[in-house]
């Protein structure tokens, strides 16, 4: 079992939050983002660790962890790609993202690229329509889409 804790930088954000909100239920979602912002998903040993800081229960701390969808309980790829499938990015061309990623890193919605490289995920209306088709990358929305900028940025993680 390895160890969770936060980064220097995190742990002043987590004290920030501490100073910010009234009580340690307040707390439980900043400090769960900060755990995925660090590590992309959150280990049970992370759950650990936010039960132990925030005095609650493991048991606690992981039926909030599962009740949010946009937590990563698996371990996921470097590069999460969050591909938004309601009506505006579908009518816009999301399907064919969907296709061009399935067919240059081989992943379909839920599955990590084998070189742990990309992870694709099929979300609802990220409030982007205007920008449709659109995806999230690593929470970075990259809107006005088409198969040429996805290809260019596919290119660019690779290369990283
Ligand atoms: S429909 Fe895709 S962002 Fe709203």
Known sequence: MKNFEY????????????????NSNCVLLPALWLVQEQIRWISPEAMI???????K???EVYSFATFYTMFNLKPIGTYHIELCKTLSCMLRGSRELKKFIKDTIGIKPGETSKDGKFHLSEVECLGACG???????NGVYHENQN???????????KSC
């Open 7 to 22: 980064t220097k930088e995190n742990e002043e954000k987590f004290q920030k939050h501490l100073k910010k909100y009234p």
């Open 49 to 55: 660790y936010i039960a132990k800081r925030l005095n």
């Open 57 to 59: 229960s493991p048991a």
């Open 131 to 137: 920008g449709a088709p659109m995806f999230a990358l």
């Open 147 to 157: 198969i040429n900028s996805l290809e260019k940025l596919i290119k660019e993680c």
